[in-house]
């Protein structure tokens, strides 16, 4: 290869790079810049699933006392709600990104709360209780009672942790935080953990008669203080708590939140869901997960061909430049750059981007950067004789390449690859983080309703898939079998 044709392959390598590089970046802007942007008629309600105050009802509709409350006051004050699940511990870092406009989920008020945002007068009151298996639940008549107990999980960032916290002579090392009051009750059914506590609402949902739970927890109040909820704004949003601090003192007057309270508290509200109802709920998460498994898939491994490419490039500034982005990538968690990507924007810009299109970035350049390194690999790996031979038959470069070298780079790749395209899979249950509902967050949610098999079936989806494409990938070696490298 002489000196002018060497040249000729770098520049075009560099173009190529440059072009890719590019068209994820305006990519990755439009969806920062354009999607999800604040609607000034629109009042976003950061919520959970926590029933009664906020659940999906038979028909799929979101619902509950919170829900209905939420729509009330909207409708009166001439916005549309729009209403963005969070998670809990979350819920801060949510309102001031702008992601939500309101916290409205049975926020308990607190000084610590007031401290970062302003907060509604009291709607509603509430109390924590304890969960325990039914043969224990005598042993605990008050508070001081816990002392006794071996472990006491609760949700972080909850009052359930302010009221524990405030029990003299509890040793706060039997005390552990859960990520929801949901898995703060499955610790106490899997006998993780011997006490939860949690809200009263909360508890009365999860034991209810003919649930999984219902079989073997209760619950208890022992004296814990009455709490009051209230809605969460911005700090400056004087104007809307106002407003809405008005509404309910009408609400209250005109018996409107007493109406709410008698139709959605102390009842049970969802039958437990059967075997095709959850089967059904499971598909529709499985088809998430799939998405994000095809729109990785799809960019990635064109992606990292390139940046192989670039990597392997002569041009220093710029293969340093990849291997540095490759050595970052890899050596940081796959879940930290959903989150830096989907949490970052709202602080640095004040706009926001969508929890899926936040995975499908964080995914496409994490594994475009993983694929890049084994295709590296199986470049490199052919013997520079292959090219040779096939310049001396007159063949051009292109010709060499797809016809010569890319069935034996293929062949040798296959196993490598094949186990991160499995390790994509399961690594799609990583997008739950922010929230995007794949399938293990779709069975998560029947949690609430008192029953925990659908986490066990998801993993039939998981290893269904996953068997496919193992035989997939046997059929492509054995295909090249007939190559022996």
């Known amino acids: 290869m002489d000196t002018v044709e060497k040249h000729s392959v770098k520049r075009k390598?560099?173009?190529?790079?440059?072009?890719?590089?590019?068209?994820?970046?305006?990519?990755?802007?439009?969806?920062?810049?354009?999607?999800?942007?604040?609607?000034?008629?629109?009042?976003?309600?950061?919520?959970?699933?926590?029933?009664?105050?906020?659940?999906?009802?038979?028909?799929?509709?979101?619902?509950?006392?919170?829900?209905?409350?939420?729509?009330?006051?909207?409708?009166?004050?001439?916005?549309?709600?729009?209403?963005?699940r969070i998670e809990w511990k979350n819920k801060v870092i949510d309102l001031e990104s702008g992601r939500i406009d309101l916290i409205w989920n049975g926020m308990t008020i607190n000084d610590?709360?007031?401290?970062?945002?302003?907060?509604?007068?009291?709607?509603?009151?509430?109390?924590?209780?304890?969960?325990?298996?039914?043969?224990?639940?005598?042993?605990?008549?008050?508070?001081?009672?816990?002392?006794?107990?071996?472990?006491?999980?609760?949700?972080?960032?909850?009052?359930?942790?302010t009221v524990l916290e405030n029990i003299e002579g509890?040793?706060?090392?039997?005390?552990?935080?859960?990520?929801?009051?949901?898995?703060?009750?499955?610790?106490?059914?899997?006998?993780?953990?011997?006490?939860?506590?949690?809200?009263?609402?909360?508890?009365?949902?999860?034991?209810?008669?003919?649930?999984?739970?219902?079989?073997?927890?209760?619950?208890?109040?022992?004296?814990?203080?009455?709490?009051?909820?209230?809605?969460?704004?911005?700090?400056?949003?004087?104007?809307?708590?106002?407003?809405?601090?008005?509404?309910?003192?009408?609400?209250?007057?005109?018996?409107?939140?007493?109406?709410?309270?008698?139709?959605?508290?102390?009842?049970?509200?969802?039958?437990?869901?059967?075997f095709w109802a959850v089967t059904l709920s499971l598909l529709i998460g499985f088809g998430t997960t799939c998405l994000i498994f095809i729109v990785t898939l799809g960019l990635a491994l064109p992606l990292g061909l390139l940046i192989s490419f670039g990597t392997m490039s002569r041009i220093k500034w710029l293969s340093g430049l990849?291997?540095?982005?490759?050595?970052?990538?890899?050596?940081?968690?796959?879940?930290?750059?959903?989150?830096?990507?989907?949490?970052?924007?709202?602080?640095?810009?004040?706009?926001?981007?969508?929890?899926?299109?936040?995975?499908?970035?964080?995914?496409?350049i994490n594994y475009a950067c993983y694929f890049s390194e084994i295709f590296r690999g199986g470049i490199q790996s052919i013997n520079k004789g292959q090219y040779e031979a096939g310049q001396v038959l007159g063949m051009t470069k292109p010709q060499i390449f797809f016809r010569i070298v890319l069935v034996q780079i293929i062949k040798r790749i296959i196993p490598p690859m094949s186990n991160e395209i499995i390790t994509l899979v399961k690594d799609t249950a990583l997008a739950r983080v922010i929230l995007v509902e794949e399938i293990i967050m779709h069975a998560e949610d029947f949690v609430i309703s008192g029953i925990i098999w659908p986490l066990f079936y998801s993993a039939v989806f998981y290893l269904v898939f996953v068997g496919i494409l193992t035989l997939l990938f046997r059929f492509a070696e054995k295909k090249l079998s007939y190559f022996k490298v």
């Open 322 to 364: 990849l291997k540095t982005i490759i050595w970052i990538i890899r050596g940081t968690p796959l879940m930290l750059l959903v989150i830096i990507i989907y949490y970052v924007p709202g602080f640095i810009t004040g706009s926001v981007i969508l929890p899926l299109a936040a995975v499908f970035v964080a995914f496409v």
């Open 112 to 161: 610590e709360l007031k401290a970062v945002m302003l907060i509604s007068d009291p709607y509603m009151e509430n109390r924590q209780v304890i969960v325990a298996k039914k043969e224990i639940l005598s042993e605990y008549t008050v508070q001081t009672d816990l002392i006794n107990a071996e472990s006491i999980v609760y949700e972080k960032e909850s009052a359930a942790q």
């Open 170 to 274: 509890l040793d706060f090392a039997r005390l552990k935080g859960a990520s929801s009051q949901k898995d703060a009750v499955v610790e106490v059914f899997s006998g993780a953990s011997e006490i939860a506590v949690v809200d009263e609402t909360m508890a009365f949902s999860m034991t209810a008669e003919g649930s999984d739970f219902g079989n073997t927890l209760g619950y208890k109040d022992i004296g814990f203080e009455p709490e009051k909820y209230g809605i969460g704004m911005r700090l400056g949003e004087e104007e809307l708590l106002g407003k809405i601090n008005a509404l309910i003192a009408k609400y209250k007057e005109d018996g409107t939140l007493d109406a709410l309270y008698e139709k959605y508290i102390g009842k049970t509200l969802v039958e437990t869901p059967g």
């Open 13 to 84: 390598i560099l173009k190529t790079v440059f072009a890719i590089v590019l068209l994820v970046g305006i990519f990755f802007v439009f969806l920062v810049g354009n999607v999800g942007c604040s609607n000034k008629e629109t009042l976003k309600i950061g919520y959970t699933l926590y029933q009664p105050m906020n659940y999906i009802d038979e028909n799929g509709k979101l619902t509950g006392y919170d829900t209905e409350f939420a729509e009330k006051v909207c409708d009166e004050l001439g916005y549309e709600p729009e209403f963005v």
